[in-house]
T-cell receptor, first 116, second 113 residues
Framework: DAGVIQSPRHEVTEMGQEVTLRCKPI?????LFWYRQTMMRGLELLIY????????DSGMPEDRFSAKMPNASFSTLKIQPSEPRDSAVYFC??????????????FGPGTRLTVL | KQEVTQIPAALSVPEGENLVLNCSFT??????LQWFRQDPGKGLTSLLL?????REQTSGRLNASLDKSSGRSTLYIAASQPGDSATYLC????????????FGKGTHLIIQP
């Protein structure tokens, strides 16, 4: 299995631009999570999906952030417009909702976002 | 709101030593606790997962314990090696159906050859 795939790995953009981060979960996993990691706040959950449906988006910082999961193999996290304080590493993770492996979340390599 | 604290924030020890990393959490109503390893520029790798009904889990040179009532977990690394150098993160999943994890800020571990 290729694991969780994220793209791009690095993104540098200017303030005000739209940024789209992409994630492909592990095949067969029905949970998908988006996390953000910063030095100040550590790793924080932004939103997660179950069977492509958003379950909890209470961690999304503001309306500039949106996430979609149009099918079981693809999710996007969009920031519009981007601001310098959005600079962070964004991780996608997936897990299976069945059996004993439900609770293990598998993380992608992350996207390092820099907003100038 | 659940808060997870990891002590120490950084640790440097000579190769071969046994060491203990600490994690504490404020709300004991957890479903499970998980220890992750993060290498620079990489994602997180799950090391051990302890369900709330369990006291410990072991994998190779790693042993994690959980004392839910006191809100504490420890990760014990035996006979440390330079390859163990990484940041170790503790995360808890709340009881009651929520699936997202609450993370500590991690312990940055350096094993000196």
């Amino acid at each position: 299995d290729a694991g969780v795939i994220q793209s791009p790995r690095h993104e540098v953009t200017e303030m005000g631009q739209e940024v789209t981060l992409r994630c492909k979960p592990i095949s067969g996993h029905d949970y998908l999570f988006w996390y953000r990691q910063t030095m100040m706040r550590g790793l924080e959950l932004l939103i997660y999906f179950n069977n492509n449906v958003p379950i909890d988006d209470s961690g999304m910082p503001e309306d500039r952030f949106s996430a979609k999961m149009p099918n079981a193999s693809f999710s996007t996290l969009k920031i519009q417009p981007s601001e310098p304080r959005d600079s962070a590493v964004y991780f996608c993770a997936s897990s299976s909702g069945t059996g004993s492996r439900r609770d293990t979340q598998y993380f992608g390599p992350g996207t390092r976002l820099t907003v100038l | 709101k659940q808060e997870v604290t990891q002590i120490p924030a950084a640790l440097s020890v000579p190769e071969g030593e046994n060491l203990v990393l600490n994690c504490s959490f404020t709300d004991s109503a957890i479903y499970n606790l998980q220890w992750f390893r993060q290498d620079p520029g990489k994602g997180l790798t799950s090391l051990l997962l302890i369900q709330s009904s369990q006291r410990e889990q072991t994998s190779g040179r790693l042993n994690a314990s959980l004392d839910k009532s006191s809100g504490r977990s420890t990760l014990y690394i035996a006979a440390s090696q330079p390859g163990d150098s990484a940041t170790y993160l503790c995360a808890v999943r709340p009881w009651g159906g929520a699936d997202g994890l609450t993370f500590g800020k991690g312990t940055h571990l350096i094993i000196q050859p």
